[in-house]
């Protein structure tokens, strides 16, 4: 069992610091607001959530929970704090951090006095850098010692609800963290080993990134669903009805499926569709921003990879793929196709590897060339083999990935301008001569 110290006794940091507790560890809490700490040490909790006085109740009286202003005294007698204060906006929309600079400081100064190791745990949500770039450069100064060595650092996300807090702490969706060194990572697998929940250990910075990646999801499906509501209604349906409907299907819609961050969506369905049931919301005088948005934030992505194509400098280019996904002839709407437009009319010389394309050219289907309206002379640039188009391009832009081209365009990646737009290897991230969209 560890002794743990717990910044800000807030929503995140009582909850925290309740839970701990009755799970036998013993915790100090540590607030500025004299009511909190009063309230704790009267074994009364500070705010109102389901289950929770009782709890306070039952880990003050046993002995494991106690509140103080008094930072020293709450750091000696821990060997890792929990930082969970606010983070509330700045004017600008940016991330606050006056309060856990602070926190950091007044942690600093009480480590620079402690001889033993001390682990800082971050919780409270802020984004990726900022442990790095706030939270240890204060904990340095302010300790006079060296992040990693002399004291731990760790960013480990809270992502519990208000309302069903307890319950989510037992319960978690999701568990992540990230740590300099082994003495934090161990507390944080020991708090979490015995939670039913698969424990992600990450960089520090992935872990900042995955918390708001995850409340930036949640606000994106409000949306999402209040959006088709408003349309639904407006059409004379019941919008939870649709939703409901939507979401029973847990093998596309809810699901990883689509989720897989990398070049833009095209074929004969999804474009059309976003821009119908924008129409029909026009036409019903109901805003829908959001089917806007996805719209302008697919054209976003088209555009960002012509940038990345062009920033490789070659005059030449090889496309793997240019139907709208492997496994099909079916160019309409192709964003690949389009993306090799803009590039033949900007004077780039384009071919492509394609087999699925280059069968149904080969075989003289009827229906070849299917959907293409946006590339001149198709057929004339599609190369057989992909041997043959490496060796006659200058940058290779990886579209969609078969199989057989794997291996091929893993010997070339690190030796010609590679952009990929779809991930050739896991373990490939953008450096060199290889780019990758999102990675
Ligand atoms: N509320 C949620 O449901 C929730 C869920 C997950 C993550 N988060 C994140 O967790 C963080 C905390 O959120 P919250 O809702 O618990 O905030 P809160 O405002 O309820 O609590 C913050 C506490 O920190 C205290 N504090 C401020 N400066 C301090 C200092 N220097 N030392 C000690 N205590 C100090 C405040 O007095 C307050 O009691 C935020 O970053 C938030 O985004 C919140």
Redesign the pocket.
């Known amino acids: 069992m560890a002794n743990i110290s717990i ?8 909850v925290a610091a309740a839970c701990l507790a009755k799970d036998g560890h013993k915790v100090i809490a ?4 004299r009511g ?1 700490i009063d309230a704790i040490n009267a074994a009364i909790s ?2 109102v959530e389901n289950g929770l006085d009782a709890l306070v109740k039952e880990v003050v009286e046993a002995g494991r929970l106690e509140a103080t202003d008094d ?1 020293q005294y709450a750091i000696n007698h821990s060997d890792a704090s929990f930082v ?5 906006s700045a004017a600008d929309g940016s991330v606050g951090l006056k ?1 856990v600079e ?2 950091c400081e ?1 942690i600093g100064r009480a480590i620079a006095a402690k001889p033993s190791f001390h682990s800082v745990i971050i ?4 984004v990726p850098g900022s442990t790095e770039g706030t939270c240890i450069p204060t904990l340095e100064r302010f300790s006079g010692k060296s992040a990693g060595a002399d004291f731990g650092v760790g960013y480990y ?6 309302s069903t ?1 307890i319950e989510d702490y037992y319960d978690p969706g999701l568990i992540v963290f990230g740590a300099l060194e082994e003495k934090t990572a161990a507390i944080l697998k020991e708090i979490n080993e015995p939670l039913n929940c698969h424990i992600h250990s990450v960089d520090v910075r992935t872990a900042e990134m995955v ?1 708001y990646t995850s409340n930036t999801w949640r606000a994106v499906k409000v949306t999402y669903a209040n959006e088709i509501g408003n349309i639904a209604k407006a059409c004379g349906l019941d919008g939870q009805t649709v939703m409901e409907i939507l979401c029973s299907d847990q093998k596309v819609n809810i699901s990883p499926y689509f989720m897989r961050p990398g070049f833009a969506f095209g074929g004969s369905c999804l474009p059309k569709d976003v821009r119908a049931l924008r129409y029909l919301a026009q036409s019903k005088d109901v805003a829908a921003p959001l089917l806007h948005a996805v719209l302008e934030a697919n054209e976003a992505q088209i555009a960002k990879a012509e940038r990345m194509v062009r920033d490789a400098g070659a005059k030449k280019v090889g496309f793997v793929g240019v139907s709208f996904k492997p496994g099909t002839d079916d160019l309409r709407e192709s964003p690949l196709a389009e993306l090799a437009s803009r590039l033949i009319k900007g004077g780039m010389g384009v071919e492509f590897y394609d087999p699925y394309v280059h069968e149904a050219y080969a075989n003289e289907n009827s229906t070849a060339g299917r959907g293409n309206d946006v590339v001149p002379d198709l057929a004339s640039r599609i190369v057989p083999e992909l041997k043959e188009l490496i060796a006659r391009s200058d940058a290779i832009v990886v579209g969609n990935l078969y199989k057989d081209t794997v291996d091929e365009l893993g010997k070339v990646s690190g030796s010609k301008p590679m952009v990929d737009l779809t991930r050739l290897r896991r373990d490939l991230t953008s450096a060199g001569s290889y780019e990758g969209i999102c990675w």
Do not use: M, W
Request: glycine share 10%.
């Open positions: 910044f800000g006794i807030g929503y995140v940091g009582v540590v607030d500025v607001d909190k500070p705010i930072v969970c204060v606010g983070t509330p309060y602070s926190a007044n919780r409270s949500t802020i996300p809270e992502f519990l609800r208000e807090a918390k």
